[in-house]
């Protein structure tokens, strides 16, 4: 019996196999059946990036924020943008308090934002409003009185990259708060009570590339510390303890390291008082000073004096400041100066008869000023048109090459 259940499951195999009926015959499709569970699920929606996400603001968001720029204004400052994000927030000069930072974090922000709280009466307390601005990439807060609990509070900012603490209260103890900072590629501690000691706290810092300790208590054994910032490109010990064997130490570990040289007087007295009325410096290989920048400050027209001595500037950025004719008098000593940034001045055709000597100058900005219908132009290429000769009067012909823009700044 068993034999013949065998045969006869052998025989219904082969059929089966070789197939059964007509040709014309429709063979049965295999349909694999949609599980239950799946039927009437939605299509998965890609979840929205963290920046996508930010962007969807609420209404209620959209009118904090621009109630937050309105304040900001009304106090003075000034607040760069596009639709989406605040890029740019200056309160230099202003009567900002400590209370009045309340209102970054109702901004949206870019990726790498720019804070300016330079010569303000902002303390440490105001700064306790700075924790939560992720993407907060420099920070002004020179001529503040902020001092070492203030620190504190920037020990989360990990994207910072640019720190400027001339002239605060800060000290050793504080710069412990910073080894957090190893993003941090400019840190500026001059005319601060830093000292060796302090210097310890720096050795984490390994993305540093220029650190200014001008007018500090630091000697050659505080330059230990510094040997291991191989990133480092620039390194100012003006008006320090440090010899010159402790410099020539720093070259030989670091000798791509660009430590100044002596200033000369002229310019020391130069650079304390571009410091004290909120600009900066930068000087060359030589210790001279090339580049000076007022922009976004209360500079005025008597301060401009102080640059009569720098027969090496080069650069020179007087934008966004109240600068009229009457500052420009003070120029005309520079004449090695090739760029020149007037936009947003009170400048107006009459101030450019005091740039006639500056033949060197090959960019000059004057986007935002009282100058009449001024563009791009090359003028040696390029001759006036008839309505443009009157405003150009004072210039033309004294530097064929110059460029006078009216579009983007230096």
Known sequence: ???????????????????????????????????????D???????????????SKTPEQVEKEAEAIAEIEELGGRVLRNKRHVSFVSLSNTKVTDNDLVHLK??????????????????????????GLAKLSNLNLTDTQVGDVG?????????????????????????????????LEYLNLSYTKI?????????????????????????????????????????????????????????????????????????????????????TARRNSDNHVFSVSFSDTEVSDAGLEHLKGLTT????????????DAGLVHLNSLTHLRTLNLSHTNVSDAGLEHLKGLTNLIWLELDNTKVTKWRVKRLKNNPPEPAEK?????????????????????
């Open 151 to 183: 620190l504190v509070h920037l020990k989360g900012l990990t994207n910072l990259r640019s720190l400027g603490l001339y002239n605060t209260n800060v000290t050793n103890t504080g710069l412990e708060h910073l080894n957090g900072l190893t993003n």
């Open 313 to 324: 500037l080069r650069n020179l950025n007087l934008s966004h400041t109240k600068i009229t």
């Open 41 to 55: 699920t939605p299509l998965s929606v890609e979840p929205k990036s963290p920046e996508q996400a930010e962007e």
């Open 195 to 279: 000292s060796d000691a302090g210097l310890a706290h720096l050795k984490v810092l390994t993305k540093l590339s220029d650190l200014n300790l001008t007018s500090t208590k630091v000697t050659d054994a505080g330059l230990e510390h510094l040997m291991g910032l191989i990133s480092l490109r620039g390194l100012d010990l003006t008006y320090t303890n440090v010899t010159d064997e402790g410099v020539e130490g720093v070259k030989a570990a670091l000798p791509k390291c660009r430590i100044p040289k002596p200033l000369n007087h002229t310019e020391k007295q130069a650079i304390v008082a571009i410091g004290k009325l909120g600009g």
């Open 1 to 39: 019996m068993n034999a013949d259940l065998r045969c006869f499951s052998v025989v219904v195999l082969l059929l089966a196999l070789m197939g059964c009926g007509s040709d014309n015959e429709p063979t049965e499709q295999t349909v694999t059946p949609i599980p239950t569970e799946q039927i």
């Open 106 to 131: 109702e901004l949206t922000l870019k990726k790498r934002f720019l804070l300016n709280l330079s010569n303000t009466k902002v303390t440490d307390a105001g700064l306790e409003h700075l924790e």
């Open 390 to 410: 009157e405003a150009i009067a004072a210039i033309e012909g004294r530097s064929p090459g110059w460029r006078i823009s009216r579009g983007s700044p230096i």
